[in-house]
């Protein structure tokens, strides 16, 4: 069965586009390289995939070595006031964070513990 337009591909059934997956992966370890993410933008037209490909970069910013949580928001939303964005946006954050696997310490340094996911838990 074929996706359609509105119903993005989960990451593991993503296929194609290993060019942009291939130059995000490169943005992303660039820029943490440098302590300084880029921005991304990805544009096309309806139907196209651009929500598949964003689930994708979701999923490589998710590697443990990267440290990164995606949050995701939906942005065809309308929202009305800012107020509404930010609802959304933490009700995104504590989705992600319920998802997550929890940290689980891997060594301690004299000034903080070590995680193996490179993210500390509260």
């Keep these: 069965m074929l996706p359609e337009p509105n119903y993005p591909v989960s990451p593991e059934q993503f296929i194609g586009r290993k060019t942009p997956s291939e130059a995000f992966t490169l943005a992303l370890q660039q820029g943490l390289a440098a302590g300084r993410i880029s921005s991304f933008a990805v544009l096309g037209d309806?139907?196209?995939?651009?929500?598949?490909?964003?689930?994708?970069?979701?999923?490589?910013?998710?590697?443990?070595?990267?440290?990164?949580?995606?949050?995701?928001?939906?942005?065809?939303?309308?929202?009305?006031?800012?107020?509404?964005?930010?609802?959304?946006?933490?009700?995104?954050?504590?989705?992600?964070l319920a998802c997550r696997k929890p940290a689980r310490r891997i060594g301690r340094s004299p000034s903080h513990d070590i995680f193996a996911n490179n993210a500390p838990t509260y």
């Design 46 to 96: 309806w139907g196209i995939g651009k929500s598949s490909l964003l689930l994708k970069f979701a999923a490589i910013c998710s590697d443990p070595k990267y440290g990164i949580l995606p949050v995701l928001v939906p942005v065809s939303t309308d929202y009305g006031d800012y107020r509404r964005f930010a609802e959304s946006l933490l009700d995104g954050l504590a989705e992600a």
